[in-house]
């Protein structure tokens, strides 16, 4: 089983250069997310899905922009990469079973640095 | 707005004592509580979930509880070993939607042989 992949793993962008970063997962998960993680400010909620054609804005959804065209994929794209912007980025899927929220399973993550 | 906080940030202990991890939120109201184990630079993997309805959660060596009129939940570790040394994050979510996740800021633990 794959879970959630993410690609790539390390990046490193110039100040203004774009970029997409790449989840996929193969449970057939109605949920996805995409979190940043930075020291002192743990986890944060960039954009989240609840179904393919429906995505919201979570707490820092500024610089980035999303879609999600398919249930496996959830690509994160970043317009123009800023150097507040260097941070682990983690993408997570989740679903509603009849017995009630699932957790929430993570990718290994994709540390990118902006310089 | 919904806050998660996790006390002590850092914990270091021997070999073989039992431990608590403990995770408060300020919102009470009908949330999920996930707890999740985090390896240096390494994803998320979870734990335990306690359902809003629950009352706690056990795997092996771990049991979570669950505790909403006070915005409690613990993370007891029974037995601790070098093994378990990571960073322990727990995170909320509405019912609903465990892909809004509001994390706390963790608790390194470290146990030492």
């Known amino acids: 089983n794959a879970g959630v992949t993410q690609t790539p793993k390390f990046q490193v962008l110039k100040t203004g250069q774009s970029m997409t970063l790449q989840c996929a997962q193969d449970?057939?998960?109605?949920?996805m997310s995409w979190y940043r993680q930075d020291p002192g400010m743990g986890l944060r909620l960039i954009h989240y899905s609840v179904g393919a054609g429906i995505t919201d804005q979570g707490e820092v959804p500024n610089g980035y922009n999303v879609s999600r065209s398919t249930t496996e994929d959830f690509p994160l794209r970043l317009l123009s990469a800023a150097p507040s912007q260097t941070s682990v980025y983690f993408c997570?899927?989740?679903?509603?079973?009849?017995?009630?929220?699932?957790?929430?399973?993570f990718g290994q993550g994709t540390r990118l640095t902006v310089v | 707005k919904q806050e998660v906080t996790q006390i002590p940030a850092a914990l270091s202990v021997p070999e073989g004592e039992n431990l608590v991890l403990n995770c408060s939120f300020t919102?009470?109201?009908?949330?999920?509580l996930q707890w999740f184990r985090q390896d240096p630079g390494k994803g998320l993997t979870s734990l335990l979930l306690?359902?809003?309805?629950?009352r706690e959660q056990t795997s092996g060596r771990l049991n979570a509880s669950l505790d909403k009129s006070s915005g409690r939940s613990t993370l007891y570790i029974a037995a601790s070993q070098p093994g378990d040394s990571a960073t322990y994050l727990c995170?909320?979510?509405?019912?609903?939607?465990?892909?809004?996740?509001?994390f706390g800021q963790g608790t390194t633990l470290q146990v030492k042989p």
């Open positions: 997570a899927s989740s679903y509603r079973s009849v017995k009630g929220d699932t957790e929430a399973f």
């Open positions: 306690i359902q809003s309805s629950q």
């Open positions: 995170a909320v979510s509405r019912i609903g939607n465990t892909g809004k996740l509001i």
């Open positions: 919102d009470s109201a009908i949330y999920n």
């Open positions: 449970m057939n998960h109605e949920y």
